[in-house]
């Protein structure tokens, strides 16, 4: 028998709470960034102001807790958590994709998050497979079925071709956002599930209307590792290839800074220097999801909330040590980039 939606879902969490999941080869690059440190900032820590604004909401600070699961009963838990972090904390709050939900509606509840979560900015999540074989108004009817801001539209070509069930054709993926850009009444969100956004698609992106995108680099989870892990021996070899695939993040978010695009870093931030480097890069706000996960795992609520304000504490931490007192001074921060990102921000066209 064919395994189910719900089956995987469950089978992707076990995997992400225990497995060796993340990058093994190929780092974010991030620590290919350094800031210029600032001896004499003439500031204070409780000056510093991290707040920031997305998608026509206000946040305490420029986080996002990405979209990660839903479909099932422990799905349902985790998503109703670290929904409640998000509300907390006063961050933004991404949901997996709703696939299970359309093929069945009973299910909707395992994404149902506005109790817990009644000011936060929510995202709803479909893929972009998925949303092309939607019409406007059924992908529309996902979003509003659980209250949510704006929709993801995520791509994952490389997740999906190591899976034994993926999907095999992406065509039609810019004609499905140019139409959902334009008929949906609520932003409509791109982002990459593991593998970055080059330069290339970025523009292609903003031609086809779309004005956030997450970058989800390469450098944590491997979504192709993960599908290795579960998969038979053939894919699994596939898989051991590709393990290392894609666009590390800190070229991602060099790549496709000066476009228009508001950007949201994910994939492989770790801590609050992470999320300052990402800001001074060009990320409006940054995204996390496996360490948050596994924090919420390891000692629940608190714990999740208790590494969120490590991630803030971090953040303004180096904020004060370049002598930025809002995020937009820390946009325009002195770099210095080491040898390894400035290759790949010639060879992929970043600003």
């Known amino acids: 028998m064919p395994e189910s939606i719900s089956d995987r879902k469950r089978s992707h969490l076990e995997l992400c709470e225990s497995s060796p999941v993340e990058y093994a080869g190929k780092t974010t690059l991030l620590e290919e960034v350094d800031f210029v440190h600032d001896a004499l900032p003439e500031l204070a820590v409780d000056e510093v102001q991290v707040g920031t604004e997305l998608l ?85 009817a996902l979003a509003r079925a659980i209250g949510a801001d704006a929709l993801c539209v995520h791509l994952n070509p490389a997740q999906e071709l190591i899976q034994a069930e993926g999907d095999r054709d992406f065509r039609g993926g810019v004609r499905t956002l140019t139409r959902l850009a334009r008929e949906l009444p609520f932003p409509v969100v791109v982002k990459e599930t593991g593998c970055g956004l080059s330069r290339r698609v970025a523009e292609r992106l903003v031609a086809a209307g779309i004005r956030t995108a997450d970058v ?71 995204g996390v999801a496996l360490p948050v996960f596994r924090a919420y795992r390891e000692g629940g609520v608190a714990a999740a909330g208790a590494f969120v304000d490590r991630l803030i504490v971090g953040l303004r931490t180096a904020m004060v040590l370049t002598g930025a007192r809002d995020l937009e001074a820390l946009g325009h921060a002195p770099l210095v980039l080491g040898g390894r990102l400035r290759e790949w921000v010639l060879a992929g066209g970043g600003a």
């Open 216 to 286: 989800s680099g390469a450098g944590g989870t491997s979504w192709v590792k993960v599908e290795a892990l579960r998969a038979d021996e053939a894919a699994r070899e596939l898989g051991g290839v590709f393990a290392d695939w894609g666009i590390p993040t800190a070229a991602a978010l060099l790549a496709c800074r000066g476009l228009g695009l508001d950007l949201i870093a994910s994939g492989g931030i770790r801590s609050g220097l992470d999320v300052a480097k990402s800001v001074a890069l060009g990320a409006r706000l940054a």
């Open 56 to 140: 026509g909401k206000r946040l305490r600070a420029p986080l996002l807790i990405t979209g990660m699961t839903g479909g099932t009963e422990e799905a349902a838990a985790v998503n109703r958590a670290l929904a409640r972090v998000a509300e907390a904390k006063g961050i933004a709050f991404g949901l997996g994709s709703q696939r299970a939900m359309h093929r069945s509606p009973a299910l909707a509840h395992t994404f149902e998050v506005r109790a817990e979560a009644p000011t936060t900015l929510v995202l709803a999540n479909i893929g972009i497979v998925q949303a092309a074989a939607l019409s406007t108004a059924e992908v529309e």
